[in-house]
């Protein structure tokens, strides 16, 4: 069965939590990593630095993906491998940081090899959603830099909402796994959520398909 183009406003939704999440799990990235390395402004150029390159890594493999049949369940995969990479951060923080720790005394190079073992990978994941929302949301060329221009502004708002939530909210009502497993748990419903919609979209369309060749006969 050919693939279903997702309703717009399913895309637009996404791309604002993707966006929300990458900022939580970014403010809470020193957090997590200061026991070992301390809250200096090396430590946060390390976590920005290993952001920013696990983003623009997953912008240019989404931008690549999004040329070779781009469907919404691909789409969804990408929430659900950002949420399953998600897992060790919460579940082995210590045991990545503590070699580094004891292996490294210089916190400005542990914090970034600490950095880019626990961040790296579910940050290239999220970052390939807006380049693959894009595609996903484009009917024609001439309406390709609006609907780009769109889902970026609606990503950004995201991730604004994100570390606003999470440095003046989040952490004063929950420790940083509660938070974490929750940024994991709304990644996982946004995926099971563009899974459920394409396969109800799917079967209404095989219906109708369905409907149209009895009235023919």
């Known amino acids: 069965m050919n693939p279903i183009s997702l309703p717009k406003i399913v895309v637009i ?15 809470l990235g020193a957090r997590i990593m200061a026991p070992y390395f301390g809250g200096s402004i090396s430590v946060w150029g390390s976590l920005i630095t290993v952001f920013m390159l696990a983003l623009s890594v997953g912008y240019l493999i989404g931008g690549r993906l999004s040329t070779r049949n781009p469907n919404p369940k691909t789409f969804a995969l990408f ?27 210089d916190p400005r190079y542990g914090s970034l090899l600490a950095s880019i073992f626990l961040y790296f990978i579910p940050t290239s ?15 024609s060329q001439e309406h390709s830099g609006h609907m780009a221009g769109l889902l970026f ?3 950004t708002i995201g991730s604004a909402g994100g570390t606003l939530a999470t440095s003046f909210y989040f952490v004063l009502w929950f420790d940083v796994n509660q938070i974490l497993w929750g940024a994991v748990a709304v990644l996982l419903l946004a995926g099971s ?10 079967k209404r369309a095989a219906n109708a398909q369905v409907s149209g060749y009895e009235k023919q006969t």
């Open 13 to 27: 939704c996404v791309a604002f939590v993707s966006g929300f999440c990458i900022m939580t799990v970014e403010m």
């Open 79 to 105: 929430f659900i491998g950002a949420a399953i990479s998600s897992i060790p951060i919460i579940l082995f923080a210590d045991a990545i940081m503590r070699p580094i720790f004891l292996a490294i005394e």
């Open 125 to 139: 994941i999220l970052g390939m959603i807006s380049p693959y929302s894009v595609r996903l949301m484009v009917d």
């Open 153 to 155: 502004f609606v990503s």
């Open 193 to 202: 959520v563009i899974l459920l919609i394409n396969y109800l979209l799917q």
